[in-house]
């Protein structure tokens, strides 16, 4: 079975700053998917950025950007430039690829970091 | 689009009680889910469906009921209400391949 550990219950990052936030995951299957969502205190969960497995390019969304190292089943946050807005719950998730959907197709989380922001 | 809705946003249940937690959304998804999410931890798969009519239990069903008569709604049912039942419960939709997007979350206390 799959699994995600993200080893940093806390963590905290001067505003402006950079601040990179740790995830491994354990999976036998070639074909996946890995995201990075955000909890704010609203607790709506928020997509940040996505990467398939079979990408060997990053994924970039603006201030947001991931390392991935699929040899080493890493797949790190960096989160450039901080704003207080940031400050948040973040939860690396794992998803197969394979199958039709459903079960399969669920999203499995890490236990999460919280970033608090210092202004 | 409003996205995922769910409600209600929170709920105080009574052991024993039932209730249902709503969920739609208007993205055309087949694809929808709830999770739960007890503190300090992620989110969980209870049930899912991958089109109207379609249910399947996930890693934590038990207590639980679903039906999925629309493509827009995929209401939970909690029957006999359990302290281990609060927790914080989010309904998500996606379209095969694509992340999934979630709703907003109903906190549901049990006592």
């Known amino acids: 079975a799959q699994t995600v550990t993200q080893s940093q219950p806390e963590m905290s990052v001067q505003e402006a700053e950079t601040v990179t936030l740790s995830c491994t995951y354990d999976?036998?299957?070639?074909?996946?998917?890995l995201f990075w969502y955000k909890q704010p205190p609203s607790r709506q969960m928020i997509l940040v950025i996505r990467q398939e497995a079979y990408k060997q390019q990053n994924a970039t969304e603006n201030r947001f950007s991931v390392n991935f190292q699929k040899a080493a089943k890493s797949f790190s946050l960096k989160i450039s430039d901080s704003q207080l807005g940031d400050a948040a719950m973040y939860f690396c998730a794992y998803r197969s690829a394979s199958g039709l959907g459903g079960a399969t197709n669920k999203l499995i989380f890490g236990t999460g970091t919280l970033l608090a922001v210092q202004p | 689009n409003a996205g995922v809705t769910q409600t209600p946003k929170f709920r105080i249940l009574k052991i024993g009680q039932s209730m249902t937690l709503q969920c739609a959304q208007d993205m055309n998804h087949n694809y929808m889910y709830w999770y739960r999410q007890d503190p300090g931890m992620g989110l969980k798969l209870i049930y899912y469906?991958?089109?109207?009519?379609?249910?399947d239990k996930g890693e934590v069903p038990n207590g639980y009921n679903v039906s999925r008569s629309t493509t827009e709604d995929f209401p939970l049912r909690l029957e006999l209400a359990a302290p281990s039942q609060t927790s914080v419960y989010f309904c998500?939709?996606?379209?095969?391949?694509?992340?999934?997007?979630f709703g907003p979350g109903t906190r549901l206390t049990v006592t």
């Open positions: 469906s991958v089109g109207a009519g379609i249910t």
């Open positions: 998500a939709s996606s379209h095969i391949p694509r992340e999934q997007y």
């Open positions: 999976t036998s299957e070639s074909d996946y998917y």
